[in-house]
């Protein structure tokens, strides 16, 4: 009689591997839609460090079009992107992104991307 090698049994993946795999994917997905929206942090117009960082505050301060709600020489506006650390905010920009959707900390929206959205035409 002839020793054959048995032969190899399907590889079975366990549903913890499934799962992390569905995750991922999700995760993978929802960061590639996130370019789509920016968060608007309200800052202290001058607070802004030499790392570029500056102060956030409430956003009762900023007006939904991003311009200056203190007035006179100070104010405060939007501060688009970038990431928060504590009471500070840097890697992002102080000016208004076109085409995406814009949303405050709060979770209002103060601008649609695409055609048709409301414009960022301040008026103080």
């Known amino acids: 009689m002839a020793h054959h090698p048995p032969s190899p049994r399907p590889r079975k993946s366990s549903p913890a591997v499934l799962i992390g795999a569905v995750g991922a994917l999700s995760l993978t997905i929802a960061g590639c839609s996130s370019n789509d929206t920016v968060t608007a942090y309200c800052v202290d117009r ?44 840097s890697g992002g920009t102080v000016t208004r992104p076109s085409g995406v959707t814009i949303v405050t900390e709060r979770g209002t929206t103060i601008s649609r991307g695409g055609a048709g959205g409301r414009g960022g035409s301040g008026g103080g």
Request: glycine share 24%; aromatic share 12%.
């Open 46 to 89: 001058d607070s802004r460090n030499s790392d570029g960082s500056y102060r956030t505050v409430d956003e009762d301060r900023c007006d939904d079009n991003g311009a200056t709600a203190g007035g006179g020489g100070g104010g405060y506006h939007y501060y688009y992107g970038g990431s928060r650390s504590g009471q500070r905010v």
